[in-house]
């Protein structure tokens, strides 16, 4: 028997079928992001003053428009750095003079209103800053969160190579509701495979 079996596995259209079949398991697996991240490790959404709805993905933070009391709680919560991605012309008060108050960094990097297509040049800015806060706590938010957590679809797929469907469950626990803003990310993961 030993000697049968030798002489199978010395047969190399044996290898290359058994070859084919581990390649097509491997491909047909459900994707797994590489950090295993889930929807279930996206917190419950919870008040910080004007944002309503403050969610949380390890050291990110997700929310619409925070106001004085939402800094305040963003510090308390540890976050360092304040991502908006709304324009200067959507905001109606000094944004970054609060920030600097409550001691957080502040940066702004306009993303198009729902009413648009995501750009690439915008998705890159934000994961660059977002990098190079070095896993420290970050406050990304917009006038409802939808760009927010739109940002979040395509950093999970680009960055982290996660399945779309998944990245897509995980933004929308996050709080990517619109069912616009949905298709926007799709769009514009599909455009740039």
């Known amino acids: ?10 047969n190399s259209n044996f290898i290359n079928g058994l070859l084919a079949i581990v390649i097509a398991m491997i491909c047909t697996a459900p994707a797994m992001a590489e950090d ?7 917190a419950d959404p919870v008040a910080w ?6 969610t949380q993905l390890k050291h990110l933070y997700f929310s619409g428009q925070p106001d004085d009391a939402a800094f305040a709680a963003a510090k308390a919560n540890g976050v360092t750095t304040v991502i908006n991605l709304r324009a200067p012309d959507e905001l109606d008060w000094d944004e970054a003079a609060a920030a600097k108050a409550a001691g957080i960094e502040y940066i702004n990097i306009p993303v198009i209103r729902d009413t648009g297509d ?20 970050v406050l ?14 395509v ?4 960055d982290h190579k996660m399945d779309e469907e998944l990245a897509m469950a995980v933004a929308e626990k996050a709080g990517l509701t619109s069912p ?10 599909d455009e740039t495979e």
Do not use: F
Not at 118 to 137: C, F, H, W, Y
Not at 180 to 189: E, P
């Open 118 to 137: 995501l750009d690439r040049e915008s998705m890159s800015k934000i994961s660059a800053a977002v990098t190079a806060q070095n896993g420290a706590p």
């Open 180 to 189: 616009g803003m949905q298709r926007r990310v799709s769009t514009y993961l």
């Open 155 to 158: 950093h999970l797929v680009e």
């Open 49 to 54: 003053g004007a944002a309503e709805k403050v």
């Open 140 to 153: 990304l938010h917009c006038g409802r969160g939808q760009r927010a957590t739109a940002w979040l679809a």
């Open 1 to 10: 028997m030993y000697y049968s079996l030798r002489e199978t596995l010395k």
């Open 36 to 42: 295993g991240i889930t929807p279930e490790q996206v």
